[in-house]
């Protein structure tokens, strides 16, 4: 027997309400923190239209963050989070405006969060979402403090680890019970939203499938990069030795890929000339991508900029509202639960 409309939406309802709980949004879909890309348009777009929208802080300073806040807030009255580095010098600070400006969820993501970030976000009022990307990390975060874990498999887009979505989400989703966990990473339609529910996950987040919506500020040559893409050319980056380790960003083929190869290879072998020690060799490699994400974001630099994207950016076939996005996913999971009857 085919389920109908009405019924597909309220098993799906029923599916996804502890993430929606969580939110306090209509959807439990939430938008991926994209530096440069997830700012106060694309974040109120997302939450106006049911969504969770995320402020990606990057390295910005507190009082640049507290500005992103407040024009965020100017434009949606939704539910909405915000997006820390763990690494950033100012973090305490950084939470203390989140605090402040009465931010809801506070995302810690891009390392181990110390326990005393996490008591303090608590401690203030925010709910606080962390990256896990194994059983065990999970497990610590919520022994913590953390009240909600995203689990990011190697399918999404920027800097990833070694494991892909569906395994993470095989390994963790079956463990954890006591807080809701979210799933992310090479996610496009609705039948897979729908697979991750119906594992034990509370919601999703998409970053590259909101690149390409009509409110988000990226350059128009970024947007078209990902339309043209295809999943086969967002790959991983290689380090070309083991002692120079270089944390893997998945992004969009392009001359500046192919140069950063070129670089490492310089490099090595002027260390092993002696011209370079270890450390020098190691921060040139960093630094070659300093600065390439706003290069290829703002400016539009898609040859030589950094065009991050995950796998599932062969789904992005047009510029579209938010709203339409959104509007797809939630059709495709209602039509993949009708399906099963």
């Known amino acids: 027997m085919v389920m109908g409309v009405t019924a597909a ?153 070694p494991v892909s979505t569906s395994v993470l989400a095989q390994e963790i989703l079956p463990e954890i019970s006591d807080v809701p966990v979210f799933v992310a990473g090479g996610i496009g339609r609705g039948d897979a939203i729908v697979s991750y529910l119906e594992m034990g996950a509370a919601g999703v987040q998409l970053g590259t499938r909101f690149v390409c919506a009509s409110e988000c500020r990226a350059h128009p040559k970024f947007k078209q990069a990902f339309i043209r893409g295809s999943a086969r050319d967002a790959l991983a980056s290689v380090a070309l030795d083991a002692r120079f380790p270089v944390i893997p960003v998945r992004a969009l083929q392009n001359e500046g890929t192919k140069r950063f190869m070129e670089k490492q290879r310089e490099v090595i072998a002027r260390f092993d000339a002696g011209e370079l020690d270890q450390k020098e060799a190691q921060l040139e490699i960093e630094h070659y991508w300093a600065g390439a994400l706003r290069r290829a974001v703002i400016e539009g630099d898609v040859e030589n900029g950094s065009l991050m994207a995950g796998q599932s950016v062969g789904m992005v076939t047009k510029e579209q509202p938010v709203a339409e996005i959104l509007a797809e996913l939630v059709e495709q999971a209602e039509t993949a639960l009708a399906r099963r009857g």
Not at 51 to 70: C, K, N, T, Y
Not at 92 to 100: G, K, R, S, T, Y
Not at 132 to 147: Q, T, W
Request: proline share 5%; net charge neutral; glycine share 12%.
């Open 9 to 161: 939406r309220e098993r799906l309802d029923q599916l996804w309400v502890r993430g929606r709980d969580y939110l306090g949004t209509e959807l439990a879909i939430m938008g991926g923190a994209m530096t440069w890309v997830s700012d106060r348009n694309l974040v109120a777009a997302i939450s106006n239209a049911g969504g969770f929208g995320v402020i990606a802080s990057g390295s910005m300073p507190p009082d640049l963050l507290r500005a992103e806040i407040q024009a965020t807030q100017a434009l949606t009255t939704k539910p909405f989070g915000v997006n820390l580095i763990t690494l950033h010098p100012q973090l305490d600070q950084l939470i203390q405006v989140c605090l402040e400006e009465k931010v809801g969820h506070i995302v810690l993501a891009g390392g181990l969060p110390p326990a005393t970030a996490i008591k303090a976000a608590r401690d203030g009022g925010a709910r606080v979402m962390c990256f896990a990307p194994a059983l065990v990390i999970a497990k610590k975060l919520i022994r913590s403090g953390a009240d909600a874990i995203v689990i990011e498999g190697s399918e999404a887009g920027g800097h990833i680890g």
